[in-house]
Each structure stands twice: as structure tokens, then as C-alpha cells.
């Protein structure tokens, strides 16, 4: 079955960190970018960050630029979301999409039921 | 940054009739737009790229149109599985990939 199972999610306070992971399976993921996209409560996506095939290109949201890192694992089909510095306002379901190209310069046509990431002291 | 607008935020709507919702961008994207549709709980979920071509599995009664700056999601007739929250995205220029506020399309 072609999915993607996001992990990791939980309560962290402020200032902390978080490892988020996506579990692919059913395609070939190193053909593949891939992408997390975040969902407040109640609001809209917001892209958070993307990264292609290879890792060779990777881009952040001005929001989480220099607190998150992105990274993939080819051989264990595994997406990463290294959260560092948590704030309240990062509160959100976490989405991991797989990317239609393998450039993170497409549109989203798989997603994973997401991870609830909550931000609270 | 291009920043997606999305219009009107809520659809009030009766099975059964057309329903239109407009995306606009703030620059020429291209044809490089997509459509996703949320029900509550769920992920979201493809239904539309390259501004007009339907993903995988998607009714016909879904339909988008146009170009650069100014698109529409068409639902022909609307089903009651169709009420839902539907956005817009730009994959034109990354970073960022931008999405549009969402309209809710609601049952009248």
C-alpha cells in the first residue's frame, strides 16, 4: 500500500526540541522530494519545508528558518523534521507530502494522516 | 514571497448545485496551481493540477480553469461528500510553496 506514516509528535515545552519522522512505503522513495506542511488548530497549511531526491535542495518557510532542519534517509525510506527552539505558535498537526518530482518543485500528491505537535509550558 | 488569496472564505451551497471557487495569485504562477480538498480529520488530498488536470480518481464533476494570476475550482453538482474546505497552492516558485486561506464549502 503506498503511504506515509508520520511519527514523533507529542506535548514539548517551550525552548525545546522535537524529532518528527515520516515513514515511506509503497513507491520508491528516493525518486521522490518530499515535503512537511503544517495545519494550526483550526487554520489553514502552511508549507514548512522541502527537500529533493538527492538532499541537493532544501527550503525552509521564513518562519522556521534556522530552528528546523529537514533531512531524508534513502535507504531506510525515513523523512526527518529536526524542530529546535520550539514556540508556541509552531502548535500544529505536522503533514509529511510526498512531492510529484523529485526536484520539491511540484505539487503534492500523497500525504500522510500527520502528527500533532503541541508547544506548552 | 507570492501570497495566494482565496475567495469567498465560506460557500454556502444545496446539493446538487454549481459551486465556484476563485484563487488568485499575487504573480503570474504559470499553470503551476493546484487544488486539495480537507474533509474534518482528514489529510488532504489532490484534486486538481496543473491548473486544470484532474489527479487520479477524481469525479468528473470537478473542473479548474486558468492562468497566471486568476484560477477556478468548478464543482459541477455538488454531492454531499463534496462539502469540505478547498485550497489553492502555487508550485511555480519554491521556496516557498504558498497556499492559499482556504474556502469552506458548506451545506445552504
Known amino acids: 500500500e503506498v503511504q506515509l506514516v508520520e511519527s514523533g509528535g507529542g506535548l514539548v515545552q517551550p525552548g525545546r526540541s522535537l524529532r518528527l519522522s515520516c515513514a515511506a512505503s509503497?513507491?520508491?522513495?528516493?525518486?521522490?522530494?518530499m515535503h512537511w506542511v503544517r495545519q494550526a488548530p483550526g487554520k489553514g497549511l502552511e508549507w514548512v519545508s522541502g527537500?529533493?531526491?538527492?538532499?541537493?535542495?532544501?527550503g525552509y518557510a521564513d518562519s522556521v528558518k534556522g530552528r528546523f532542519t529537514i533531512s531524508r534517509d534513502n535507504a531506510k525510506n525515513s523523512l526527518y523534521l529536526q524542530m529546535n527552539s520550539l514556540r508556541a505558535e509552531d502548535t500544529a498537526l505536522y503533514y509529511c507530502?510526498?512531492?510529484?518530482?523529485?526536484?520539491?518543485?511540484?505539487?503534492?500528491?500523497?500525504w500522510g494522516r500527520g502528527t500533532l505537535v503541541t508547544v506548552s509550558s | 514571497e507570492i501570497v495566494m488569496t482565496q475567495s469567498p472564505a465560506t460557500l454556502s451551497v444545496s446539493p446538487g448545485e454549481r459551486a465556484t471557487l476563485s484563487c488568485r495569485a499575487s504573480?503570474?504562477?504559470?499553470?503551476?496551481l493546484a487544488w486539495y480538498q480537507q474533509k474534518p480529520g482528514q489529510a488532504p488530498r489532490l484534486l486538481i493540477y496543473?491548473?486544470?488536470t484532474r489527479a487520479t480518481g477524481i469525479p468528473a464533476r470537478f473542473s479548474g480553469s486558468g492562468s497566471g494570476t486568476e484560477f477556478t475550482l468548478t464543482i459541477s453538482s455538488l454531492q454531499s461528500e463534496d462539502f469540505a474546505v478547498y485550497y489553492c497552492?502555487?508550485?511555480?516558485?519554491?521556496?516557498?510553496?504558498?497556499f492559499g486561506g482556504g474556502t469552506k464549502v458548506e451545506i445552504k
Open positions: 507530502a510526498k512531492d510529484m518530482s523529485d526536484s520539491a518543485s511540484g505539487y503534492f500528491d500523497l
Open positions: 504573480q503570474s504562477v504559470s499553470s503551476n
Open positions: 509503497g513507491f520508491t522513495f528516493d525518486d521522490y522530494a
Open positions: 497552492q502555487q508550485y511555480n516558485n519554491w521556496p516557498p510553496h504558498t
Open positions: 527537500i529533493s531526491w538527492n538532499s541537493g535542495s532544501i
Open positions: 496543473g491548473a486544470s
